[in-house]
């Protein structure tokens, strides 16, 4: 006789399986956001969560109106996260482009490395892309 299993349970044999080998664990520290363009776009990070040594967010842009009207030259506009030291002082750790036409979920690199940012918070800038 042949067991089967349910499209349920192989679906939860599967995120648990997920869970207990720690392929996407979710990181500590807050996440503070400074928008320049936050009139013309909002930016709600989602929760931080380290894959392999990447340290990553699902962030939500929310368009209100095109960023050119915020003075950006394009529709790209450039992210950076910095580490919060002790001592406030702040020490880069990522950037990178965005498109940013439509609202929608954008997956950002905060850190290439977790040992970077560790269990300390974090500032996520949003603005204008510069020249190339």
Do not use: H, W
Request: charged share 15%; with cysteine.
């Amino acid at each position: 006789m042949e067991a089967r299993l349910s499209n349920n349970a192989r679906c939860l044999g599967v995120l648990l399986a997920a869970a207990l080998t720690g392929t996407a664990a979710q990181a500590a520290g807050p996440i503070k956001v400074e928008n320049a363009l936050a009139q013309c776009v909002a930016l709600q990070p989602g929760v931080r969560t380290t894959t392999g040594q990447q340290v990553m967010t699902e962030a939500t842009l929310t368009v209100k109106k095109s960023i050119g009207e915020c003075g950006c030259k394009s529709a790209i506009a450039t992210y950076t996260s910095q580490v919060e030291m002790e001592g406030g002082y702040r020490s880069f750790l990522q950037r990178g482009a965005l498109l940013v036409k439509e609202s929608g979920v954008q997956p950002l690199t905060l850190a290439s490395s977790a040992q970077l940012l560790g269990d300390r918070g974090l500032v996520l800038s949003l603005a204008c892309a510069g020249p190339d």
